[in-house]
């Protein structure tokens, strides 16, 4: 019984080195930094499971921007719908009413200001940061995009 034990504890030890010795790797992992993320009021960030850029809201020279996570799904579902004027690398400013609408669960809110801001629309992605009020709760909401793809 005594050499049961021994092997038994060499083997676990044995199986305890080579599990930590280091692999070789011949790629560095990408990190996943494409998509939609945003946070409100500072809060932890959250990740749109889905997100588009789509040209032609209205015009050929309009753009609008979806995402979403967990999609009909109750109180944590979360939709941002964002309306812009054009659809070229700029600045857009959020008028009043109706440019930036966020979802939250059945409840949903207008900007009443802040801006979108375009850096990249190419090769089918596009990519920015916003930072937008609201009059309620939430009442600021800022994130990125990065390299979502166009329609």
Request: aromatic share 12%.
């Amino acid at each position: 019984m005594k050499n049961a034990i021994l092997i038994f504890a060499a083997v676990i030890t044995t199986a305890g080195f080579y599990s930590c010795t280091k692999k070789s790797s011949s790629s560095t992992p990408t990190p996943a930094t494409n998509g939609f993320v945003w946070s409100e009021d500072g809060a932890a960030n959250q990740t749109a499971d889905s997100a588009i850029y789509n040209f032609g809201l209205g015009s050929s020279t309009q753009a609008f921007i979806m995402a979403y996570k967990n999609f009909a799904t109750g109180p944590t579902s979360r939709n941002v719908e964002i309306n812009l004027s054009g659809n070229t690398v700029a600045t857009y400013t959020i008028p009043a009413h109706g440019d930036f609408i966020y979802w939250r669960d059945t409840s949903y809110s207008m900007a009443t200001g802040g801006s979108v801001v375009v850096t990249s629309n190419s090769g089918g992605k596009a990519s920015g940061t916003f930072d937008v009020t609201f009059p309620g709760t939430p009442a600021h909401v800022t994130g990125t995009f990065t390299d979502i793809p166009t329609r």
